[in-house]
């Protein structure tokens, strides 16, 4: 399994945009993805307009997968401006 934690900063003013449009990219990703075990974004309960999503993939195929999706390239193309930085994009191994 491949796991991944993309942390993202919205942009001042752009947080309910920002959700709805995730919003809808979940639920693409849930419903035609089946290599994708866990997809769910998450809002810090600490930090306003700071968000985290939670992905956990079968194995590379899947991961890969997901990255040639139609709501993949629609979401690259309008997610830019809902930004106040790029993402920190953190991925690794299941270990147990």
């Known amino acids: 399994m491949i796991g991944i934690?993309?942390?993202f900063v919205c942009a001042e003013g752009k947080a309910a945009e920002f959700e709805a449009?995730?919003?809808e990219f979940v639920t693409a990703v849930k419903a035609s993805e089946a290599g994708t075990i866990?997809?769910?974004l998450f809002a810090d309960s600490k930090r306003p307009n700071h968000y985290f999503m939670l992905e956990i993939y079968a194995d590379?195929?899947?991961l890969d997968a997901h990255?040639?999706?139609d709501h993949m390239a629609a979401l690259l193309?309008?997610?830019g401006p809902l930004l106040g930085g790029?993402?920190?994009i953190t991925q690794?191994?299941?270990v147990h």
């Open 5 to 7: 934690c993309a942390q």
């Open 21 to 23: 449009m995730l919003g």
């Open 38 to 40: 866990t997809y769910q």
């Open 60 to 62: 590379q195929a899947a």
């Open 67 to 69: 990255g040639k999706t």
């Open 77 to 79: 193309g309008r997610i």
């Open 86 to 88: 790029a993402p920190v």
């Open 92 to 94: 690794g191994n299941a």
